[in-house]
């Protein structure tokens, strides 16, 4: 039935393995829910096209889907196959596909979805990007003949335009415009948009002469790269050592090998000062990926790598799928980040696919980090990183001063310490920025009924509602359940509902009655929306329109303002009693990266910690920037525990939105886990209600499998979920989440 045939590509263009010359059956991986693939008839016309990750469209069940050719088995037949229907685009390369298969094994999830995961989404459907424009037919048009106001008007306009992109056109329906094209005065006409860079480049930079210890680092990494095999680097690098600097000189060194370079940044650090770097230093040779392009914009930056139009792929977790066929370097930046980690579907860490990147394609990797992983910084202890070490800021700029303020004893001004006030006050006087960071959004955390006691809970999350004063509302931060606050407490009809524990919009409050001649602005997710307002209020605080600059971690990361001097840690206990073995990690990485804002420039920075917990090793060691100091303590806990990195960690966790069913759930996989336990070192932690009970009315029950070796605790995973899968198929979720990094 070759009739029935779409061709969506060139299919001369395709590669031709022998494989497909002789096989008239394809395995085919489509993106359902299971881990099997399947059979498919190729038919005539297609039998030579098709290669291994060749993308095809394929019937299953009663609709069509995309799948990915994985293989050609041998058998002989055919009978009652069902045939593809055609090829799509580009074959994924050689390389993506193992790393696919990798990652489909490593993290146990489906291939057919594992593939979709490394793809853009709109890779297949948009073809070459194109635009519509409407075009004034040329010669004498009479407005008179144009019926009713709207076509004399685009008439009108058509004729003093002569050409006009539709999305100028919303202001006319379809049959306007129709109309005038019957009539011959008006045409459509389509013209392809080339993907680029984008114009407006900026100018070039003059790359700085490195410092010493830059220079070594970059002068190892390079030297690794060009002998070809496969290693990997730990930076360790202070905050404001010129880390970003080491990365690219690195990649200026590929110029011409033929060879690309992946980095990968939180993307809270893709800002337009970061990529300002890279464009002022690569020109248009750059490709940016973030969650703020459509589809088709990601597609298109897919296309130019794919197409060789590209040097340096920037950006967060995904970019690590960028399709160059030839690959020298891997930078993952700020590697400890969680946002690493995909929290749902496919739940990789970026870092650690990035390292397998780099391995399937004999390249460098580099792990960048102030503060790293402890998984990392345990590595390169075990040598199977290189360590390469940046002890200095850049033009021996010296550490800021961290000072750590007891709350239960120091003197207060407005419910805070003195001396935060006064150091706020003293910054504003001489002219310098302050930046506070509190790690809670919203005005207070909870309201509380100063009568029973009772604080106000999301109906279908177990979580507290916070408070948000300035929009006089209550919202859950983990749906998006929000209301009006009560005027009496709906358990005892009391009327002394007050706010408890401040949020980012109280400290916004407290800030202005301390300081109101200052210009303050707040970041968090309440108030900033979109990498737009991101981006905008990143360059107010640059052109120093900005005077105290308060916030969630947001303000934390990444940025480089040198007239910073002060930065202060409003709560440093917000994540420090978390249900969460990494919660002083956090904790230390957080403090460490909000310390480093400051004293960037050329007047010494300060930091000042307010804490109810000044004994902590956390705050300890990040007073006196000791990383090292912290990590031999902190190992010395999870050793004792037996947590990772000592040992691998997945987690399962059940869903359902009837407890009963989830907790009947959990059972049966801890029993079936129970029965096929071998050893003390392997270990089943619960099952037991997640810290956070219920989300979006979903009781959720979760175990963690603790083993040194990772395979055990894999087979122990997959045998858990076909005993849950075959039991409660459909009524209970189950997910298997291999080196969590999200406890809660
Ligand atoms: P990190 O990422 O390690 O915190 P950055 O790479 O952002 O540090 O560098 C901090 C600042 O120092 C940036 O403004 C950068 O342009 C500047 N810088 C880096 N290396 C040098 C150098 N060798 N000479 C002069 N300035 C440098
Ligand atoms: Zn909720």
Redesign the pocket.
Known sequence: MTSALVFFGTLASLPVTPHSMSSSIADIAVPVAVSKTFHYHIPDALRGALVTGSRVQVPFGSRHVSGTVIGFPAEAGTRGLKSVIGVQGEPVGPDLMRLAFWMADYYLHPIGLTIETLLPKALDSAKQRTRRLLRLVDGDHDLDSVRGPKQAELLHLLCDRQVMPFEELDSFSPSTIKALCSAGMAQVIEQEVEPGAGSGLPAPDRP????TE?AEAVRRIVEASASGGFEVFLLH??????????YLHSIATLAGSGKGAIVLVPEIALTPQLLG?FRRRFGGRVAVLHSGLTDRERADEYRRIRGGGVDVAVGARSAVFAPFSRIGLVIV?EEQESSYKQDEGLRYHARDVAVMRAKFQDAVCVL?S?TPSLESFANARAGKYRYLR?AN???HRPMPEVEIIDLKTAPKTAGHSAALVAAVQDRLAKGEQSLLLLNRRGFSSVLICGDCGRTLQCPSCSVSLAFHKREQALKCHYCDFHTAPPVRCPSCGGAALKPLGAGTQRIEEDIAAIAPSARIARMDRDSVRGRNAYDELLGRVDRREVDILLGTQMVAK?H?F?AVTLVGVVDADVGLNLPDFRSAEKTFQLITQAA?RAG?GDVAGEVIIQTLNPGHYALRHSRTHDYEGFYDEEIGYRTELGYPPIRRMIKIEVKSSREKLAVEAAQAARDCIRHLLRGKETTLLGPASAPIAKVRGKYRYQMLLLSPKREVIRRLAAEARSAVEEKFCRTVQMIVDVDPVNLM
């Open positions: 700085p002469a490195l410092m830059q690098g202070v905050t404001g050592s010129g880390k970003t600097e080491v770097r930046d960048g102030a940046i800021r850049v033009d990444g480089d040198p480093g960037r």
